[in-house]
DNA sequence: GATGAATGAGCTTTCATTCAT
DNA sequence: AATGAATGAAAGCTCATTCAT
């Protein structure tokens, strides 16, 4: 796994990431405290600081790490063989899945890097830190684009429908409203997607 | 105007309310202090506790005042004489219009109420005090279904991708990521989600 | 009875001393609060400050309050046609009977007046506060000495043993350690400072 | 000394809480702050919360402290083959000795413990965290009464009058109040305490 | 690398007292 | 006499960060 290829300091380092992402998810940025990340990894909160060299900086190599394994993903997907229709369907999938299998993430993404913007300065100004996974959705839209599939539109009404209507049902999952399960949900929010996006002539 | 037929005590309440709510959608929640508050507003540290009795109260104060607010905009939007499709695009332009005329109010929504969930409980739990807003919005859906507009779906995966959408382009827009103008993107936008929406025998 | 030859404000005075003897016996002095107390009165704190300039003179004037009345019913005892024997019997009563029917006097002198000396000062210094009760307790022993009852020594050993025995066993009564009703005790406890005091040839 | 064979932070601990019993007995537990505290330590108030996670906590483990100090103390006049009446005279001689050498202990008892239940709760309740004293008392008075020394009184009676008379004494010697020294009352006050225990056919 | 005691600024909150009305 | 909003100093406590070991 990927682990193995690096160094023993990457791998404390990876550790102390994944650590603290769940314990930022749950508990928030500012409630999180290094003494609570350094007990749960049974570490001392000094040698904490010979990896990262403060609290933003962590939370920022985090959103960086969450952000390029989310790119990953959709970058697979882009990479195969099916229709947009289709992407549109294993991107809402892929999506739901993590919710469902890997809450910290996306709850880091809308609980810790979108609403403390003012942690996220210094390096991760505007999109800089969520570049590959913002790069990939901009892959998918304009391949779309030019196959015909999707109307050609401005990238950020399309980006911001998709991105903010799943963020939007992972939060409403995450607050315990929906009656259902929540990968349940794929099949008709793709479909919602895919009509706001589509083509007119694109079959339906 | 509204604060006239207020006590000369409600009137400070609802200005240490707008003032707060400013400080905390600009700052954060937890990166403003209740002393930073205080002297926006001329007043003692002191006095601000005889009208709010804690921190979080006066946060879950505001949410509710926003909420109202936003809710009592759409709830004249549902009241209208107006198609489906129009009421989609009052809604958006409403939206917007905020977004851009006081960003607070969105701000405060996506970046204190959302994201500093521990701070709203104990009487705010779940959408207890965001009820006013949400509700319009369920009658807004409702009504677009019964009226044969809308295609009969989840409230949920509706409600998700209208406000997932909106809140994620105020999003966008806040991070200074659009070249556009926001209310420019109204037009297509409010397309968007009515193309998501619509019932298949709807007209275009 | 005693307030109506008083002036309104003086019976107003009293009222206060009385709440505020309840409060601070209760709670202790510096964790109720002049709020606490007008509350209690429903009275506002400005006007409470009509009737005594500073928390700490309310405290020193309940003190005056108390002492001045446990004096005048141990003058009564002093003052009866009963033997030495008889007379401790009865104050031992009496004072068992107050803790029990009246607690808040005998807390607030163990626990307000005795404990927090830093209050009573500039006008309550040394016994000046208590000094109607204490000059009862002394009429008595000297008496008891002059008829011959009780052994001559210094006041202080009987004084403090005296009070310090009633004291201790209110004390222990108030923690709810006693499995008997405290006004059981008073035979024996009377019993034990006869024995402690009396005179070698007195009779048994 | 015992100090020797702690751990350097237990040493700390210690060294806290001698500081703290001295600014405490003579100033109050309200009255006292924790920067004083700190102060007086030459360390910071953040680090003095290394060591006591409250206030409350730290007045908690000083009375338990007192309390094992005390009893010890006792423990080792109970041990001792002297007779009932030589037992009273020493635990009278060693409790005047610790008022006039380390008033501080006796006060803390007197002025901080018994007067502020309150704070002595959650795991202080009733006599929890002075029982290494109390049961030491409980020791001479049982085996006193077993020998035939003693009547046999409900322990209340007789713990009230011991402990009630020694801490009358030393509160009234603490407000400067006696002509004499303390110490020289050691003998008449003892021979008060005998007279009120003792059975009736013991030798005077 | 690893430890955790130490720092100190800063936080939320409290409360006796004052004073304009 | 009566009100209660206003003051402001100070309290208990927290926590990111440093540094001697």
Redesign the interface.
Known sequence: MFMEQMSKKERKRVEIMLTALELFSK??F??TTIPDIAQKLQMSVGNLYNYFSSKEELAQEIIRFVSRLIGERIHEINNSDISTKEKIHAIVKIYFNLCVDQPQMIEYF??VY?????VFTDGCE??VCVAPFVTEIMIFFEEGVRSGDLRN??F??????F???????A??NG????T?DLES?VD??AE??Y???KSDDAKA
Chains 1, 2, 3, 4 share one sequence.
């Open positions: 508990n928030g500012y409630t809308l609980r979108l609403a403390n913007r003012e505007g999109m539109q401005d950020f009404s399309a980006f911001g429908l991105m903010g209507y799943l963020g939007g049902m939060f409403i607050e315990k409203m929906l259902r949900y008709e929010i919602n997607i009509r706001a996006l």
